[in-house]
């Protein structure tokens, strides 16, 4: 079990992540792959993805075992887009560096040559794993990146609204069936037993949409506190794209805004992003949508909330 203890100026700094995670997303992805578990859910894109993964996914994944631990330095903290993931881990301190591929040794796990020059610090070989991230992430998660945030998107305005309604306690009471909250500890179920004390740190919730079971987070306590965990959607369906008798009927961008409030209650500004217009634009076609009663908009603060219609999702469906 791992056991999370929380302070009270750990609770006022509970945050959630504002988007999917590539490099988490890349990690769990990997394991998707190569392990049985969610087939409901990830069976069609596990058996498109084996095929597409490079020689250098190959590699990266003898440095990632099927089961147990990861190297930290895998998935650094914060990174928005894999560009910025990939810079972070190529910039990984040389002690950290060597600390994570012995804690892999020392679970038991055969380590190849390689990746033990990357725990020596050789830049080459660092480079290597660089590349190899790039391309399995351009082969295998980048396809469906869109669909990814969108579910994401989905959980993070789950968690919002619980934050919004009862706090940092609710938000924690009902962040995961394999979570506890019993005040000022949250116990996640965990394969192995381990301590987590924030000390004033707080904790930030990452939904993944490749995750699948139990919540996971980092070995190295000193690490900025994070929880990984998954995200409750149907089966994976990366036909974010709306039909063409929708795009017909609507024009192929306003459709597509149509689909992704369909998927994803969001504001103009998530809307714009997830769509890949701008705000303006998303504003616009929010707006014709709603005068034709296919979506509605609430104020939340300082933001426009846009949620499907009956009327919406009947011409979704239609089409």
């Keep these: 079990m791992l056991k999370v ?45 084996r095929s597409a993964v490079p020689q250098s996914g190959r590699l990266l994944m003898s440095a990632v075992p099927p089961y147990g631990y990861c190297p930290d330095f895998l998935t650094p903290a914060g990174a928005r887009t894999i560009g910025d993931g990939v810079s972070a881990v190529l910039e990984t301190p040389a002690p950290a560096l060597a600390a994570d591929v012995a804690e892999l040794a020392a679970q038991g796990t055969h380590v190849p040559a390689w990746l033990r020059r990357v725990g020596d610090g050789e830049p080459g070989e660092l480079r290597r794993l660089g590349a190899a991230l790039h391309d399995y992430y351009r082969r295998c998660v ?4 869109a669909t990814i945030r969108r579910a994401v998107a989905r959980d993070r305005h789950r968690l919002q609204a619980a934050l919004e309604r009862g706090g940092p306690q609710l938000l ?30 707080g904790l930030r919730l990452i939904p993944a949409f490749f995750a699948h079971g139990m919540p ?53 500004s998530e809307l714009a992003d997830l ?26 603060g300082k933001s426009q909330i846009h949620e499907i219609t009956p009327l919406g999702l009947g011409i979704i469906r239609a089409s």
């Design 5 to 49: 203890h929380f302070t009270e100026a750990d609770l006022a700094k509970v945050t959630i992540a504002e988007d999917a995670d590539p490099m988490w997303e890349l990690l769990m992805s990997s394991y998707r792959i190569r392990r049985p578990e969610g087939e409901p859910f990830f069976g069609r894109w596990r058996r498109g993805s």
């Design 142 to 145: 980048a396809p469906d990146w």
């Design 172 to 201: 924690l009471s009902t962040l995961h069936p394999e979570v506890t909250w019993s005040p000022p500890v949250l116990r996640v179920r965990f394969p192995v037993d381990q301590e987590l004390h924030l000390d004033g740190r």
């Design 216 to 268: 996971t987070t980092y070995k190295d306590p000193a690490l900025p506190p994070a929880l990984v965990y998954s995200i409750s959607h149907p089966k994976f369906d990366s036909d974010a794209e709306p039909g063409p008798s929708l795009a017909a009927l609507l024009g192929q961008t306003r459709a597509r805004v149509l689909v992704t409030i369909a998927t994803t209650r969001c504001n103009t």
């Design 275 to 300: 769509t890949g217009i701008s705000p303006a634009t998303a504003s616009q076609h929010a707006s014709v949508l709603r005068a034709s009663g296919l979506i509605s908009s609430n104020r939340s």
